[in-house]
Structures are given as C-alpha cells and as structure tokens.
C-alpha cells in the first residue's frame, strides 16, 4: 500500500486534454502484463488507477496515458519532465496476450482513451504475432484532434497483416476519414469470426454494444474480452469500492472475459 516514488523522465502532450506520462521504473526486473494497472498518487491530490500504455518489453519505463477529468488526473496531466510521482503495481489481471497469438483474427477496439490499455498488446503483436494472420485496430474518437497514437498509426499499418481504421464522431472539413460511431466502423470489417479473438476497451455504452454485434456475427463470447473502470482505492480487493457483483475490478480484472460479467455491464456505478 506504500507507493514508491520515481522520476517523470518524458512528457508526450497527445491531445489538449490527454498527456502521457514516461515514468522510471522503480523496479527493472518487474515486469507487467498488458492491461494491468498502477496506482498513481501525487502529494496533495491523492491516487488514481492508471493502466498501462507502454511497451512491456521495456521494463526500465512505465508508461501511462492520462486524461485531465477529475481532481487528479488533472494536476497530474500538468506535470513536466522531472517531477516525482508515487507508484505502487501493477496490479489486476490483464490481456490474454498468448491466446492473441494462437488467434486467427485479433480485433482491437479503443474508444478514446481506451485505446491506451490496447498499446501494449500492439506492441507485443508487432513484435511476436505467431499464428494470428490477421490483427484488425479501430480506434474511435469525438473529432480528430482526439485521436491518440497517430504517429504510430503509419508504422502499425505497415506491418503485414495489421490494418488500423478510425473514425470520428463529429466531422471536420479538412477530415477525409469515416464519420460516425465505432459500430459503424466495425461492421465495414470482414473477418471469419469463428477464429477471432476480440480486445475492447472504451466507454461501458460502446463496450456493451461492440461485444453485442460481436456476439451476433458468431464470435464466441468467450473469445471476447473487455476492460472494466471502476473506482478503484486499494487495488487489492479490501475495501470494496470497485466491486462488480461477485467480482473486484482491482484483483479480478480490469480485464473480464465477456460471459462473467455480461449480466452486469450497463449497471452504472454508484
């Protein structure tokens, strides 16, 4: 429960409102799996979950992508290179990263920032895909300005096999990409679905919906895993704040395969 404090040693502005955040690691030989979290805290406005969005074959960095919404993840998306921020992780269960590389088809789906807990698995695909022939990103957004990542979208899609496709809420006139929501970029998508392994992360409406019209194209819901935010406090699963039904986001997630917690996506957090 005692956070660990280390250096900012890169700051990267993403978006207005999105910065991430290159952290030393306070232990090099500890290695995280994608979709797992940290505990951030900064002195004078307390601790957040954060997850990861680095590479996991860079042990000697954490990174973590934030966006400024609340009381703390504002003053620490102000933070400059330099600074100290206190650590403790990670924590929870995260991707099934080597069950991707037995899958045919692995589809990636970030809405906003839920796009930063999917970065580690591209990372790991990029570098060691196996059998998976297919490795399909879409990434939504409200306009362009939002995208995260789009540097690496180029380098991504050259890649053989990869295909990263985006789409905007809200279009723009010099935006020569697909308008609308990421439903309707997922059904543009041709894939076989009985060997397709799926990712989503984003807003819990979009997860609910994405893993519906999943399930209706004849991906088995087992193959279809999804992020879960709650409001974590401890990250061990004592006090109680992030429990979903049976589960704790914290020690049993964030990742959940959709058939344990399908019952319980939509009830809003109190």
């Not at 969005?53 to 960095?61: A, E, I, V």
């Not at 789906?109 to 570098?127: D, E, F, M, N, T």
């Not at 076989?192 to 409406?205: D, W």
């Not at 019209?213 to 401890?234: F, P, Q, T």
Request: proline fraction near 7%.
């Amino acid at each position: 429960m005692t956070p660990r404090f280390v250096r900012i040693k890169r700051t990267v502005r993403e978006t207005p409102d999105v910065v991430t955040l290159d952290l030393e690691s306070p232990d090099p030989s500890s290695i995280f799996t994608p979709g797992q979290f940290n505990m951030l805290y900064l002195f004078g406005a307390g601790e957040v979950a954060i997850s990861f969005s680095g590479d996991p074959d860079r042990p000697d960095t954490l990174t973590h992508t934030i966006r400024a919404v609340g009381s703390i993840t504002r003053p620490l998306d102000a933070l400059k290179r330099g600074a100290m921020i206190g650590v403790r992780g990670p924590y929870g269960r995260g991707w099934p990263t080597d069950e991707a590389r037995r899958a045919e088809t692995v589809l990636l789906i970030g809405g906003g920032i839920g796009l930063a807990p999917l970065r580690p698995v591209i990372y790991s695909l990029v570098r060691n895909r196996g059998a998976a022939r297919r490795v399909i990103v879409l990434c939504g957004a409200r306009t362009s300005d939002d995208l995260l990542f789009t540097r690496e979208f180029a380098s991504w899609s050259r890649q053989g096999g990869f295909e990263v496709h985006w789409i905007i809420d809200r279009g723009e006139l010099a935006w020569q990409g697909r308008v609308g929501v990421i439903t309707d970029l997922l059904a543009s998508v041709r894939f076989e679905a009985s060997g397709a392994l799926a990712m989503i992360c984003g807003p819990e409406v979009m997860m609910r919906i994405v893993s519906g019209d999943l399930v209706s194209r004849g991906v088995d819901a087992a193959k279809i895993h999804i992020s879960m935010e709650r409001n974590m406090r401890c990250a061990i699963g004592t006090c109680g704040h992030c429990q979903f039904g049976p589960a704790f986001v914290c020690k049993d997630g964030p990742v959940f395969p959709l058939p344990q917690i399908a019952p319980m996506l939509g009830i809003r957090e109190l």
